[in-house]
Structure formats: C-alpha cells, structure tokens
C-alpha cells in the first residue's frame, strides 16, 4: 500500500477497505473457552486482527495499603507470529502500553469488584492473572485486546479451594465478581479526519491516537499516543463517537 | 516403464511421489531422487507428454532474470539505490542503470526518493543473491501517485490473462491505469470508486484463479460494480 | 501393577482424535493448527526474509530458526509468560526435526522464521508443534523433501501405548514418554526423546505403534494443505 494514497483517501472520507471513517471492520465477534486450562478464555476478532486472552487465578497476599482487596495482573506478549514486526524477548515498550491501557480500562472502571477477591482480610486473596496474546496483528490491537479480556472475564469459574490452595481443573459454577463491562474505543487522528479502527496501513500514518475506556455514561480511562496534538474539539468529538461505538462493540460481548 | 502416480491439475505437498522410472522428466518445482520424481513445494501439477512440472501455488517471489516488477526504493547509497521488489532480498537499481545521466555526488533523492514506486527489470542475480535492476528500456519508469497491491506471484499471469485480455478489460471498465509486476505487485490509478473496483476485480481473481468462466465472472463484477 | 484401562477409554494402540488447520493466520507467510485431544499448537512461518544481525547470515544457504513456547493459560499452573529452559530445548530438538527436510539452498544469507505456540496443553505439545510447524512450511511455499509427522509413544504402567495424555504422563506406578518425529516417505525417525524406563523390545514395539500413527498423522496433513489449497482445481 502506498502511503499517499491512503492520506490521499482519507482527505476525501474514504478508506482503503472501502469502509467509512467511523466505521469497524466485519465482523466483530467473540470466540469464548479457547484454553480448557484457563479460568476463563476468549478470542476476539475485528475484521483480519485477533487477539486471545485467557485468565488464571492464583492465591496472593494483598497490599498492605487494601488488605481487604483482591487485584488484577495485566500481561501482554506481542507474538512474533502475529506480525513481522515483533520480535521475541522480553516485552517492550508497545505490548507494556497495551496491558496498562487494558488493565486501567479494567481497574478504573471498578468493573471487578476487588473486595469480593479478599478470602480472609490481610492474609489472603485472589490473584486474576490477564494474559493477552495477540495472534494476527492487522491493526487496532488496543480495542481488540480490550475486548477479548473482558469476554474472558465474564467466562471465569473460580476453582475449587480447598484448604487455602486451589485445585486447577475442578472449576466451581461462581463466577467473578463483574459488576460492569467496560469497553475501550480508539480513535485516530490522520491529517485533519478522525477514524475509528484503523487497519495495519492507516496506523503507519497516523499523526495521534486516543484510546478511550468507556460503561454507561463514565469515561473509566484515556490513553493518548503519537506524536501531533489534539485540540479540545476534537477530543469532544472522539469522546463522542466513543460512545457511539461503545453500543456496537458491547453487542459483540452480549 | 515409468509409472505417474499423479493426475494432471491435481495439488500435491512436498514430498509427494509424483511418478517413478527415468523415462519422466520433473520440472518446475519437481525433483528427481534416485528413480522417483518428488515435489518440493505446494503445488498444482502440470503433466505435459513425459515432463511432470509443478507450479508452486504459494511462496515469495522468486526473482529471475528479465523479470518486469515492481520496486519500492528503500535507502540510497554510493552506487545508487536499494530496492525492495518483494523477494526475500533488497535489489540494487545502480546509478549507471537509470535513464537519467546521474552525477556521482547527485543528491539521489532528485531521480528516485525514499518510497518512490519504480517499474524496473532485473538485469543479473549473483549467486550470493545480489540482485541488479534497470530502468532503461520501454515502459521502465517511476510511478506516480495511484496504489499498490500485492497478489501471489504464481497468480501474475491469471491477472494479466492470455494476451492480456483480463487486465486489459480492468482497465477499460474501470478507466484505471494499471501497471503488474512479475513479483505480484500491481499497481493501480484511477478515482477512489474505480480503483477500488479494480481491486475487487484483481482479489477475485487471484481468489479464484483456476475456476472455470474466470474472465465472465469477473466481467460481470465489474459490469455490476462500475453501474452501482 | 498392570494398567488395564485408558482414562479416556481408548484402546493402547490409539491416538487422540486428530484435527488440523492449514492458514489461520492471514499476516504470516504460512500458518496452520494442530490438535491432538485437548492439546492445540498454532504455527507461523515468515520468510525467507533478510537475517539481521549481518554475521548470523550464511552466505552457502538459509537458515532456519524455531521459537517454540506456551500461552500463560495454556496449562493448569499459569506459566510465566516469555522464554524458559525447557521452551529453549524443544525450540532446538524442533528446529533440527524441521531442517531435516527443508531445504534452504536458494535461500543464502536469509532466514526462514517458525513460531509455534502451545494454546492449550494436555501432553504431547512439542510434537503437536511439530505437525503444525511443517505444515505452515509447507503453506509458506517452503522447498521441502518431505513433511514430517509426529506423535508420542511410550508405556504407562506394564503396557506400551500411543499417545499419552497429561494423565498418563503423571501416572503413579510410572511412566515412559518417547516423542517420535518420522520422514513419512522415508520411515527415518528424526526426533527421538526418552524419559522413563523401558526395555528394549518395548521400545521396539513403541517405535511401531509410532510409525503407524505418523502414516495417519501424515494423511492428515496432507488433506489439511490441500484443502487450503482446493479452490485451484475446480476447473
């Protein structure tokens, strides 16, 4: 793909897959119960991209600051399969971005209900381990993990406790104390338009990205990235087509 | 007397016996092992009189010598530019193989400039696969504006068609300018709808290249989408 | 001490039921799946594409390089994610597996990149990797002299069996893993590991149930690239 004739697109509304600017890719789907080893499991896919995240629990001391709560572990790897663009080692500094992006999506929108994660106050607690695994990186990652970890949430049966050590294998039927999903939208800047879910090429050229964590009426988190600003029209108007997306997205979790 | 062990069009994987005895000939991605012809690669077999070939269905281009392609220019240095056709290795396009008279202290970037798009022909690929392109001849040039897409470069001669029937019909019902590459790169000019319709076109053929009526379906996409 | 039944009642010459996927991933140069039971491998192949650093290139032929490892979640105890000892063995027993029949000559100075990934584990991964990973190759339009086929074998308790799920693997009165790797065409074994203990005609008698299971294996492989391929033949 030419990089001037996608901006040159863009300039006239247009997009290189036909679609409109604030338009998602098809389809928006979830796939749940991908690992029988998982607590909870799920693949999303949006249009080419999809990513995999799959929840382990574990048994943890809590923070001596909220010994009365439970907490969230929010990993991600960006596979050298699903691009090649990434490589192997330790992660860097896009798959750290992602999982904090995902994890104050998460945390911020008080969608997990971390009290109800302490087993016995100042001495033990659940530990919810989020491990994200993009598998084919065909742009807009950020909204696809986002989506993919919260439909793994809602998939989670505990395991079975038994004398304070879990027994992996023997799920029991409660589920995670989820009081919300929370649903994270990114929108982009290229040249003076605003897209929603850029492919691999548009985010070659994009000039900012605001990721937005929206439930309800509540905007939970914000992330932005690259390097041009933005001005507060234009972070008004990405907050709202946040929220319009934010119904289309939803539907894909039921 | 040989035995075939494989039908005419049928796909067979690597390793695959395609036929026994010394009266058979392989070609293409075919080999020969001891008295047994083999395939090296996924593939559709071809069987011609006693020559079996098989014509890999995937894999990178595979450069060859008088290949028409498409490049992308990458770095310059010294001796001219590096470009990227594709393959799995960098080309060079030398200061002395362009059409223009270049100076040896020119700034480079006044013939070809980073991802400038040139039509080039390979003139010699060294065993260490260094590989030398040109721009001097008939229809080698720089491209400009207009997009490029990638198809698998077995499918190249589908997109063009016999004669050029296929890619010629593209063009005068879409009123695109359009340009293929031997390494699968195609390159297409026009307005947003039509280029967009001429990628339609060109996906459906690479998706759907031994079908059966291939040229009618595709022109009635094409009637169907240029009417929209 | 004799073991009279399977857990999941499967006769002792029997392999799991056996799926294959070829082009899962569509940003790769060649990508399939395996799955044996409930164990699943993912594999993606890029390449032959320039290797950097410059002095790991080999000016006489490609090079190939394999990174095998698990999801975090893939495994009852959550792994941690990123490369560990036994990740880095299995890379390597894989990778020698693979060069024996890819060749690479065509190829100097590149490198051909295959990355397995273990979603979902329940004993024999690596060789689930193994059947993935030839058939990405394969799918990546890779020269090979062959494909290879895969499968564990062993002996569970007093009886020599095919396949060994994780339950038989921990099974208390102890037990014998031997992942095989077979040249279907050729019947050479290029993959042999061993953990436990076991007699040499056992041995002999695993080796046997191996290379009938690969012949399977190796039909459906076979049946997974060309389905992938399929559209082409219509005509």
């Known amino acids: 793909m030419s990089e001037n004739y996608i901006l040159d697109l863009i300039k006239q509304d247009s997009r290189i897959d036909g679609r409109k600017l604030k338009e998602f890719r098809k389809p928006v789907k979830i796939e749940t119960g991908i690992s029988k080893n998982a607590e909870g499991s799920a693949k999303a896919t949006i249009g080419e991209t999809e990513v995999i995240a799959g929840i382990k629990l574990s048994l943890g001391e809590p923070y001596p600051d909220n010994p009365d709560e439970g907490t969230i572990m929010v990993t991600s790897e960006l596979l050298p399969m699903a691009s090649e663009e990434f490589e192997s080692g330790p992660p860097g500094k896009q798959a750290i971005e992602l999982a904090r992006i995902i994890d104050r999506g998460i945390r911020e929108s008080k969608a997990l209900d971390f009290k109800k994660l302490c087993i016995k106050k100042g001495e033990l607690i659940w530990l919810v381990f989020i491990d994200i695994y993009p598998i084919n990186d065909a742009g807009n990652l950020i909204d696809a993990s986002a989506l993919a970890t919260v439909a793994a949430l809602k998939e989670v049966k505990f395991p079975k406790l038994e004398k304070n050590k879990i027994k992996y294998g023997e799920l029991t039927k409660d589920k995670l104390p989820l009081t919300k999903i929370p649903i994270t939208c990114t929108l982009v800047k290229i040249g003076d338009k605003i897209l929603v879910d850029p492919n691999s090429e548009e985010e070659q050229v994009i000039d900012a990205r605001l990721s937005v964590a929206v439930c309800g009426n509540k905007i939970n988190a914000m992330q932005k990235g690259g390097i041009e600003g933005l001005s507060f029209k234009e972070i008004d108007e990405m907050m709202d087509i946040a929220f319009e997306k934010e119904k289309e997205l939803r539907k894909a979790i039921q | 007397m ?88 960098d080309a060079v396009l030398s200061i002395r193989s362009v059409q223009e008279y270049v100076e040896r202290d020119d700034d480079l970037t006044k013939y070809y400039s980073f991802n400038d798009i040139v039509v080039t022909k390979i003139t010699k690929i060294t065993r260490s696969k260094l590989i030398d392109l040109t721009t001097k001849g008939p229809g080698l040039m720089k491209l400009v504006g207009g997009n490029i897409i990638e198809v698998t470069p077995s499918k190249v001669p589908r997109v063009i068609g016999k004669q050029g029937s296929m890619i010629d019909m593209i063009k005068k019902m879409t009123n695109c300018r359009i340009t293929v590459g031997q390494n699968g790169r195609v390159w297409i000019q026009g307005d947003i709808k039509n280029t967009l319709i001429a990628t339609k076109a060109i996906r459906k053929i690479e998706r759907e290249s031994h079908t059966p009526g291939l040229t009618d379906k595709i022109k009635e996409l094409l009637e169907k989408e240029t009417k929209k | ?234 005509e």
């Open chain 2, 2 to 89: 040989g035995e075939i062990k494989v039908k005419d069009k049928e796909i067979v994987v690597p390793g695959q016996e395609l036929a026994t005895g010394m009266d058979f000939l392989p070609g293409g991605a075919a080999f020969r092992e001891g008295e047994k012809i083999i395939a090296s690669q996924l593939g559709l077999i071809s069987v011609r009189g006693k020559v079996i070939r098989l014509i890999p269905l995937t894999g990178k281009y595979v450069p060859k010598v008088g290949d028409i392609i498409i490049g992308r220019i990458i770095d310059m240095n010294f001796n001219g530019w590096v470009v990227d056709i594709g393959c799995s290795y």
């Open chain 3, 1 to 234: 001490m004799t073991y009279t039944k399977r857990p999941d009642g499967r006769k002792f010459d029997e392999p799991r039921k056996m799926e294959a996927k070829v082009g899962i991933i569509k940003r790769a140069d060649g990508s399939a799946m395996f799955k044996m039971g409930d164990t699943i491998a993912i594999a993606a192949v890029y390449g032959p594409r320039e290797l950097h650093p410059r002095f790991l290139q080999n000016p006489e032929r490609g090079t190939l390089r394999c990174v095998y490892d698990m999801l975090s979640f893939s495994v009852p105890d959550r792994k941690r994610p990123g490369p560990s000892r036994r990740g880095t063995e299995i890379s390597m027993v894989t990778e020698n597996s693979l060069l024996s029949v890819v060749n690479l000559d065509q190829f100097p100075n590149a490198v051909v990149d295959v990355f397995i990934n273990i979603t979902q584990a329940n004993a024999g991964t690596r060789c689930a990797g193994i059947n993935a990973a030839v058939m990405a190759l394969a799918d990546a339009g890779i020269p090979m002299r062959d494909l290879v086929s895969a499968i564990s074998v062993g002996k569970v308790g007093d009886k020599v069996v095919c396949d060994l799920d994780k339950d038989e693997e921990d099974y208390e009165e102890g037990s014998t893993d031997i992942p095989v790797a077979i040249v279907p065409r050729t019947g050479e074994v290029i993959l042999l590991q061993l953990d436990g203990s076991i007699k040499k005609e056992e041995l002999k008698e695993a080796l046997k149930m191996a290379k009938k299971t690969c012949d399977d294996i190796y039909k459906i492989q076979k049946k997974a690239l060309k389905k992938a391929y399929q559209e082409f033949q219509n």
